[in-house]
């Protein structure tokens, strides 16, 4: 198709892996090169528990939870406010129940069709939400490298963190994404496997970005 006509093609570049594994840096810097949309996925369900939360509403009420979701403005994701280790967690918990994630992911797909394309970084965007993009990725990075980074984040931000908390904070966060019924995490078999534990960022962006020069080239 491409040559066939001067419009840009449709792109869409799928990226999935656990907590802090580099996927949103990664997102952002391909998004930023192929002038593409982005969106963290994870601030949907971040959205949707904080929105539950400052209501005082319950957090395990899935005809509510999903009622919320499908209210949600995906163009009002404030990642500072919903950045919050609470809202993380409280987001986790909405992010099991099968209403919520059918109407987040509509909401996704949408955006994922919106022109001129669109970086998506989430758990199951590769695997659920477009498995037809043109390419995919899993980011990942081990544990004590993952929680080394988001510790770093946190002292940098003018926080106080404790390292063995942080590391055992993302493996029960981890288990709960891999082991729930409703769309688990886990690399799409067409994904292309990007371990940034010793390659780091910038050698995984020009990995990524050669990988999707050559998709683009088919
Ligand atoms: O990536 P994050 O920490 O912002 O994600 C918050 C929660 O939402 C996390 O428990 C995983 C879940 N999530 C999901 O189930 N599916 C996605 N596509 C993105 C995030």
């Known amino acids: 198709m491409r040559g066939a006509s001067l419009t840009k093609p449709h792109i869409i570049i799928a990226i999935d892996g656990p907590a802090a594994a580099g996927k949103g840096t990664l997102s952002r810097r391909l998004a930023a090169h192929y002038g593409l949309n982005h969106l963290d996925t994870g601030l949907t369900y971040r959205a949707t528990a904080k929105a539950l939360m400052d209501e005082g509403l319950p957090l395990d009420d899935e005809d509510l939870a999903a009622r919320t979701a499908r209210n949600l403005d995906l163009s009002r994701l404030d990642r500072a ?12 918990k909405v ?79 981890d288990a709960r ?35 999707v020069d ?3 080239d088919h």
């Not at 082991?179 to 020009?206: Q, W």
């Open 81 to 92: 406010v919903l950045a919050v280790h609470e809202v993380g967690e409280a987001a986790s």
């Open 214 to 216: 050559a998709a683009l």
């Open 177 to 211: 994404d891999a082991a729930r019924a409703d769309s688990p995490l886990k690399p799409a078999p067409d994904a292309h496997l990007l371990d940034t534990s010793e390659m780091g960022i910038e050698a995984a962006f020009e990995a990524a970005r050669s990988l």
């Open 95 to 173: 992010a099991v129940m099968p209403k919520v994630r059918k109407a987040l992911v509509e909401a996704q797909r949408e955006f994922a069709a919106t022109a001129p394309g669109a970086v998506l970084d989430g758990r199951d965007i590769g695997t659920v939400v477009c498995p037809e993009a043109l390419i995919k990725f899993y980011v990942t990075a081990n544990p004590q490298e993952r929680a080394r980074r988001r510790y770093e984040e946190i002292i940098a931000g003018g926080g106080a963190a404790d390292l063995a908390g942080i590391v055992a904070d993302l493996e029960k966060r």
